[in-house]
């Protein structure tokens, strides 16, 4: 791995336009290795731009740099010298076409065990807790002197993959890694305040209702239950203030896997979630058409569903 970052550095160092690409509906670690990327690259006065496909939930604009992340698709026509995509598994998640950008380099920063290494340089760390923690290893191996600022955006994404630090993500490298980062003046406490006072009474109304649907299927083992588009809009709460859902129902200890569909009227969105380590939903969203990582995966189907007797129908 020395000899890609080293590599990815000399193309960094020699590329006048850089833009900065994560996947769609970013999390706390797209968002964290993004704006640290994007502070490392302005501060070596590169032309760069940070893409997010799809606007970052707010609870994020405590990072800094966060007003600079642009969902606007007219920058996709730009040339770039470099692009680098950070915690993409494939161009699918970023959802873009790469034929658009056969003439520039392509950086593949991950830690996905699914990314096929798609890149001109990869760096690809599957045993990482999170793209945070191989955008680290980069800096550390170049020898850069990390900054408050990125210390706090990496510190981020690693607490978002690792649960802060309850999950099977969690290892002694990541631990240590977060150690050296609050030692440059991040926060642990301030960065879960920001990112876990999302909700509002409203927001936990509408918790409430999907809550009273959950089922189980104990022959799968399998938790689900479901939210439509139209219940989102009609209680006027921001899809963000239900991202925690999923989450939240992981700690049930009565299924091994949980399951939460968002339906719209022509899309079918769904998010695994599991604490168990015999089982990889990454799989489970792959059969979808999906991925993700093993303990958190998701998909999207142009299917339509309807409610019958109380039931969700798949038509």
Known sequence: MPKI?????????SSHSIL??????????ACGSILAMLHYLELLDKNVTAYVPDPAPSYFSFLPGFEKLTSDQNILGLHYDTIILLDCASFKQATINPEKFS?????????????PL?????????KASSTCEVVYDFFKNINYDLDQPIAVCLLNGILAD??????SATSSEAMAIAGKLIQKGAKIHKINDQVTKT?????????GKVLSRLKINKTYSIAHTYITQEEIRQENVSEEEIDGLVN????????EVVMVLKIGPTIIKGSFRTKSDKINVADLAAVFGGGGHKKAAGF????????????????
Do not use: C, M
């Not at 798609?118 to 599957?126: L, M, S, W």
């Open 300 to 315: 999207t189907v142009n299917w339509q569903a309807i409610e019958k007797n109380g039931e969700l129908v798949i038509l």
């Open 199 to 207: 909700h509002s009474l409203y927001g936990l109304r509408l918790w």
């Open 162 to 167: 690792t649960g802060a630090f309850s999950n």
């Open 118 to 126: 798609y890149g001109d340089f990869n760096a690809v760390q599957e």
């Open 20 to 29: 900065l690409i994560t996947h769609q509906k970013p999390d706390g670690d």
């Open 248 to 255: 939240f129902l992981n700690s049930l200890s009565d299924a």
């Open 5 to 13: 970052f080293d590599s990815i550095q000399t193309q960094i160092l």
């Open 103 to 115: 003439a520039s380099v392509i950086i593949n920063i991950d830690h996905h065990w699914t990314n």
